[in-house]
């Protein structure tokens, strides 16, 4: 089955880490580029960050530039977001969605929450 | 960057009713990167329409895109029960890859 998981999610503290993971399956993860979106609750979708097939194209949202880092590892075909800094702000639920130019964002995980909070 | 806005912010119609929803860029998209999004609450999105006017995979063909340069709209040409969620216009050409604020579609 074609499907991504993403997991890691959780509470932490501001200021906090998280580190964050995406399993793909049924698919040439390899080939791909994939992204990071996340929703705070009762919010619209906010994209985070995207990483290219090989690594050699990673973009940021300028709210976590600084703090987040995106990686790949395509022999596990898993996606990672390391969360540095975290503010209650970074309060979401955090998507992962497959990149497939020219059909943008045609597969997604079911997400999985962060909460900052004291 | 590329601003998106979307309206009206709420619409209400009954089933079988058409529904037309906007999404305009702050500069022009390039090569039609404009995808529509469907979510319902606590799901994950699911992807509608690609390239500004190409079925998804599976989609109805009830959901149709149109548009170019910086004004885009998708068309729900007669409501289902099922149509009832929120609607997100996203650009992928560039970076950073906006998403609109959104469009829900509630019963009237």
């Known amino acids: 089955e074609v499907q991504l998981v993403e997991s890691g999610g959780g509470l932490v503290k501001p200021g906090g880490s998280l580190r964050l993971s995406c399993a793909a399956s049924g698919f040439t993860f390899s080939s791909y580029s994939m992204n990071w979106v ?8 906010e994209w985070v960050s995207s990483i290219s097939s090989s690594s050699s194209y990673i973009y940021y949202a300028d709210s976590v530039k600084g703090r987040f880092t995106i990686s790949r590892d395509n022999a596990k075909n ?38 900052v909070s004291s | ?14 089933p079988g009713e058409r529904a037309t929803l906007s999404c305009r860029a702050s500069q022009s998209v390039s090569s039609s990167y404009l995808a529509w999004y469907q979510q319902k609450p606590g799901q ?14 599976g989609i109805p063909d009830r959901f149709s895109g149109s548009g170019s340069g910086t004004d885009f709209t998708l ?3 007669r409501l289902e029960p099922e ?9 992928y050409g560039s970076s950073p890859r906006a998403f609109g604020q959104g469009t829900k579609v509630e019963i009237k």
């Open chain 2, 75 to 77: 068309t729900i040409s």
């Open chain 2, 1 to 14: 960057e590329i601003v998106l806005t979307q309206s009206p912010g709420t619409l209400s119609l009954s």
């Open chain 1, 38 to 45: 996340r929703q705070a609750p009762g919010k619209g979708l």
């Open chain 2, 44 to 57: 994950a999105p699911r992807l509608l329409i690609y390239g500004a006017s190409s079925r998804a995979t």
């Open chain 2, 83 to 91: 149509d009832f969620a929120v609607y997100y216009c996203q650009q």
């Open chain 1, 78 to 115: 898993s996606l990672y977001l390391q969360m540095n800094s975290l503010r209650a702000e970074d309060t979401a639920v955090y998507y992962c969605a497959r990149d497939r130019i020219p059909a943008a964002f045609d597969l997604w995980g079911r997400g999985t929450l962060v909460t």
